[in-house]
C-alpha cells in the first residue's frame, strides 16, 4: 500500500500521457481497495465471496502494476538524450538502456 501511494504521489504533477496519468491513478485507488476487501475478508473470517473477490482483487491490482509501469518506463530515446546532454556538460554518461547495460 505504501509502495502503491508514493508512486502515485511521485507520478502527480508530472506531464504523462491521458491513459498513464489514469492507469496510475487506477493503481493507487486499486491498492487501497484491496486493502479495504483484504480487511473485510479477515474480519468476517474468509466467507468465500469475499476471499475470491479479494483474489480476483490482487490479480485487478498486479495488471494495473505491470501496465503502469509499462506505461511509465523511459524510452530508448530519453536515454540518447541524456547521454547526449551528458556529454555537452561534460559529465559521465548516463546508461544507454533502461536495465543499465550499454
Do not use: E
Not at 36 to 51: C, D, E, I, R, S
Not at 74 to 93: D, E, I, M, Q, W
Amino acid at each position: 500500500l505504501a509502495s502503491a501511494t508514493a508512486l502515485v504521489a511521485s507520478f502527480r504533477g508530472r506531464r504523462l500521457p491521458r491513459h498513464c496519468d489514469r492507469l496510475v491513478t487506477l493503481l493507487g485507488a486499486m491498492a487501497w481497495c484491496q486493502v479495504g476487501l483484504g480487511v473485510a475478508t479477515l474480519l468476517n473470517y474468509v466467507p468465500v465471496h469475499l476471499g475470491s473477490a479479494h483474489q480476483a482483487g490482487a490479480l485487478t491490482l498486479m495488471s494495473f502494476t505491470l501496465a503502469a509501469l509499462y506505461c511509465t518506463k523511459p524510452s530508448a530515446g530519453a536515454f540518447a538524450t541524456a547521454n547526449r546532454v551528458a556529454a555537452r556538460l561534460g559529465r559521465a554518461t548516463a546508461p544507454t538502456t533502461a536495465g543499465g547495460k550499454p
